[in-house]
């Protein structure tokens, strides 16, 4: 069974300062890992995800995660917070890069604030 | 990029009716579309997987009967939600499994209201 721990339901951050949206995975097998993010009614929209490719991924709206094995741990980072980054934030884990049998198991959402 | 079409974003219904939530493939096929329900400031639960062609799989504590999956075609899935009650009011968003390189595609999400 997989599963997803986000620490910290809401993170609040400065505009211009470094955003740190944590998550831990639990997988028995080798994880691929999402970030997606979700703006008040509406869907989501894949960040960056991590497929056994390179540990550092790169995702659009100058985000980029790096996968640990080691910590289990694939925190979401930027280096400068725009207030456009206000929303919910939420990493996923799954069985394949989208190509296994399974739906992403989704951890509970971080609220990422920016404060001005 | 893959693009999946929800409709309709926002619907209200009397309890006791039925409720048709469409999801749509637009550039690519979808042999697999998930469903899930989101309750306000929640998380995603996945509800069910719908194949093209075959039964859909429930999650566990999902009442088939009453949240009917169709995938009558690689395109199109659907979510009816029979005989709604107030507690059903949720979001509900679909998710197909995109082309190589992409993963995971949503739509933009339905917002039910049972009155």
């Known amino acids: 069974a997989q599963s997803v721990t986000q620490l910290g339901s809401h993170v609040s951050v400065s505009e211009g300062a470094l955003v740190l949206l944590r998550c831990n995975y639990s997988?028995?097998?080798?994880?691929?890992l999402f970030w997606y993010v979700q703006y008040p009614n509406q869907g989501l929209q894949l960040l960056l995800k991590y497929t056994s490719a390179a540990t550092l991924v790169k995702g659009i709206n100058g985000f980029e995660a790096e996968f640990k094995k080691s910590e289990t741990s694939f925190h979401l980072t930027k280096p400068s917070a725009h207030m456009s980054d206000a929303a919910e934030y939420f990493c996923a884990v799954s069985d394949g890069s989208g190509g296994g049998a399974d739906g992403l198991t989704f951890g509970k959402g971080t609220h990422l604030i920016i404060q001005p | 990029g893959a693009v999946v079409s929800q409709h309709p974003s926002r619907v209200i219904c009397k309890s006791g009716t039925s409720v048709k939530i469409e999801c749509r493939s637009l550039?690519?096929?979808?042999?697999?579309m998930f469903w899930y329900r989101q309750f306000p400031k929640q998380s995603l639960m996945l509800m069910a997987t719908s194949n093209e062609g075959s039964k859909a799989t429930y999650e566990q504590g999902v009442e088939k009967d009453k949240f009917l999956i169709n995938h009558a075609s690689l395109t199109l899935s659907t979510l009816t939600v029979t005989s709604a009650h107030p507690e059903d009011s949720s979001f509900y968003i679909c998710?197909?499994?995109?082309?190589?390189?992409?993963?995971?595609?949503f739509g933009s999400g339905t917002r039910l209201t049972v009155v």
């Open positions: 998710s197909a499994r995109s082309p190589p390189g992409v993963g995971y595609t």
């Open positions: 550039d690519f096929q979808a042999t697999t």
């Open positions: 997988s028995s097998v080798p994880p691929y």
